[in-house]
């Protein structure tokens, strides 16, 4: 189809072919944004969900995507309508890519008062050309002057917002897992997203885990400093079954009868639903760090990398207390 083409023929349909995607692209959010206009009506009031819900839902089954990001499509569709339609009827021309008008949309999402808005709008929509091939650190910072100018509150509380980015990793010792929390900067949290999606997405069709769980699972192997999941499928012949670092990066210790290290891993920590079958627990508790791992996860970590240096000690229960040593965590 492009043999036949000379280079500068091959460059210009290249061209050619990224602004007909932009124009399509821009298309697109326009018939997304009728779809929630016609939904957002009183003709659908007594629907069991609202008419944003109710627009996402075929969006989502249209375009084969999950109903977040559908609700995150039209949210951008509806500010190319509303908020800025100059910049909208640039991205339909072909001059701006979708990932250009939604950084422009973060950028100026915090902008409320509707002159300064309309302002703004104008001045990037005229200032596109002479910006030039930015950078998306340097369109952001185009962007900003911009807004400081026209509207400073805006500037100041993007400010006040990335300066109250964090991370939090929780302490409950009780359930067996812990909860994370935080907040990133945008493209930080599409960074992470993606790759817990890929390393999710790493392991063979047979691994029981849920994509939540092996999503959950791919967090902590990042942590571990790898960059694969381990599938957990327990075929020998299984080509993603290699170390993800998950077991050997923590120092475990056990304070626990002998033969329960024995145990056999709990089926019930994957799959869908809840779990159907009390667990019988026996004497043994593991901790590591801050935290304390429940008895129910116990079998998979031993049986997935630790080195058991049983050293007794009278206990007066008339247990025995062992200790279990992994390898060192990660110089990180």
Known sequence: MFEELDNAALVSTIAAEARASAVADARKFG?????????????YANWACDGWDAAAAELAAALNISH??????????????DRLPKVAARFLAGDLTARRVWLIDQ???????????????????????????LSEYRLTQAIDVWVDAIDPAAVRRTRESARSRDFNVGDDRQTGTVPVWGR?????????????????????????????????????????GSVTLSCQCGRPDCSAAADDRRASSVVVHVVAEPESLQAEFDPQLRGEGPASEPMKPKNAALGFGRGILSVPPRAEIVSRGAKLGQRPRCRPTGTTALVVERNKPPPF
């Open 107 to 133: 950028r100026t999402r915090l902008v409320t008062d509707t002159e300064a808005l309309a302002a703004i709008d104008t001045a990037i929509a005229e200032n596109l050309t002479a910006w030039g091939p």
């Open 68 to 81: 977040g990001r559908a609700s995150g499509e039209m949210d951008l569709a509806v500010t190319l309508r």
């Open 31 to 43: 018939a997304i944004a009728e779809l929630e206009r016609r939904r957002n009506t009183a003709d």
């Open 184 to 224: 990133l900067f945008p493209t930080d949290a599409a960074l992470l997203g993606k790759r817990l999606d890929a390393m999710a997405r790493m392991v063979c069709d047979d691994d029981p885990r849920t994509l939540s769980q092996r999503r959950a699972d791919a967090l902590g192997a990042l942590a571990a």
